[in-house]
């Protein structure tokens, strides 16, 4: 046999052996096709209004911290903690238990509110807002979410720079 055969015979052996791993001896992963939606979506909740009282304020190392952070708010924030009361009756054990603690109000997007937001809403500890809970009742959302009138917690204008 010449060396032109024994390389003919080389390149048909590997292209047989490759042909045989495709046609099944080898394991293929198989895509996976998911569905298509909204994430934790569509959700339902029912409304409890009420009122939320300011039971603290304090600067913290934590809230502080937010000036320093790249693409945050770019000053440092405050802790603002209000308790919740409605004169509604609360039917779910957990949610009730939401109502019996204090909580944290921070920014829609997570930030935590500055001095000049304070001073703009006139926030101080004892201060009393309309708020509502909305406690949800179908769904894999947040289960309690705090909304205030205004969408006070969407303005976001500390973090723009001064002109």
């Known amino acids: 046999m010449n060396t032109k055969g024994i390389c003919v015979g080389l ?4 292209l047989w052996m490759s042909g045989a791993f495709a046609q099944g001896e080898a394991p293929v992963a198989t895509p996976t096709v998911r569905a298509k939606g909204t994430v934790g979506g569509p959700c ?6 009420g009122t939320a009282t300011v ?5 913290t190392d934590q809230s502080r911290r937010q000036a320093l952070t790249p693409g945050g708010a770019g000053y440092p924030g405050v802790e603002i903690w209000f ?6 009756r609360i039917s779910q054990d957990w949610a009730r238990k939401v109502v019996d603690r204090e909580h944290l109000f921070r920014l829609a997007n997570s930030w935590y509110p500055g001095e000049r937001y304070i001073d703009k809403y006139g926030i101080k500890v004892g201060n ?3 708020c509502t809970l909305r406690i949800i009742t179908r769904g894999t959302c947040t289960p309690a979410i705090f909304k205030f009138p205004g969408d006070k917690d969407r303005d976001y204008f500390e973090s723009r720079q001064e002109e």
Do not use: C, H, L, N
């Open 44 to 49: 339902e909740y029912v409304d409890y209004p």
């Open 11 to 14: 390149i048909a052996g590997i």
């Open 83 to 88: 308790s919740f009361k409605t004169a509604a």
């Open 128 to 130: 009393i807002y309309p």
């Open 55 to 59: 039971t603290r304020m304090t600067s």
